[in-house]
């Protein structure tokens, strides 16, 4: 079974005073900047499946692959870390290298897409996936330990499906309610300040409806 994150937490502490007091660190820090409390945990998963190699200078792709080949952790486990599409892996190179403004993530059951650049979004998402990253970090601070827990979560994981969806800057604006034809100079900006200027920009959709409520 999966183990709540209380638990994992003295576990881990046993292990590591260190990872123990991160991983409490990061449920505190997630409603105050969720962005940053996805790139950590992401980092800490890294780093722990580091020690378990003794390897510091492997990379996180490798690391994975070396925590499957040990057994440390499921097929499914592998997947949800290496998915070439919706990955952890994958996730975090897009915080770390990529424009954020790009990415949104949705569910299968609604339309609904949540931009990565709203912490709210980021903290619905954080709350999605740190119990299975959680579980894997436990996974590593047991094989140091005298006790055992039979970690089993591949069934939750396989539950757990969701999108990737990329936006231009013009599907920022018209998504906004605005034209981005009617821009003057807009096709002559480079491709990060249209990013920014169509995540600074106000939603004409939101506001019309707001005045359109206004008595007259």
Excluded at 165 to 185: A, H, Q, R, S
Aim: aromatic content about 14%.
């Amino acid at each position: 079974m999966q183990l709540n994150k209380g638990e994992v937490i003295d576990i881990v502490w046993q292990y590591s005073k260190y990872y123990g007091n991160q991983l409490t660190f990061l449920e505190q820090l997630k409603s105050e900047n969720a962005v940053v409390a996805l790139i950590y945990l992401t980092n800490l998963l890294e780093n722990a499946l580091l020690a378990y190699k003794d390897d510091y200078e492997c990379n996180f792709i490798n690391v994975i692959k070396f925590a499957y080949k040990e057994s440390l952790i499921t097929e499914v486990e592998y997947n949800f870390l290496n998915d070439e599409q919706i990955g952890i892996r994958k996730l975090r190179n897009y915080f770390a290298h990529k424009n954020l403004s790009k990415y949104n993530f949705k569910f299968p059951d609604n339309d609904r897409l949540y931009p990565f650049t709203e912490n709210d979004n980021c903290e619905l998402f954080y709350d999605l996936i740190s119990n299975y990253i959680f579980n894997i970090i436990c996974k590593v601070a047991l094989t140091s330990l005298t006790i055992s827990r039979d970690i089993q979560q591949d069934d939750l994981i396989k539950k757990f499906q969701y999108s990737i969806v990329t936006f231009t800057p013009e599907d920022i604006l018209i998504d906004k309610g605005i034209d981005p034809t009617t821009l003057t100079g807009w096709n002559d900006l480079k491709e990060s300040d249209k990013y920014r200027h169509a995540k600074n920009a106000s939603n004409i959709k939101v506001l019309s409806l707001i005045f359109s409520h206004i008595p007259q």
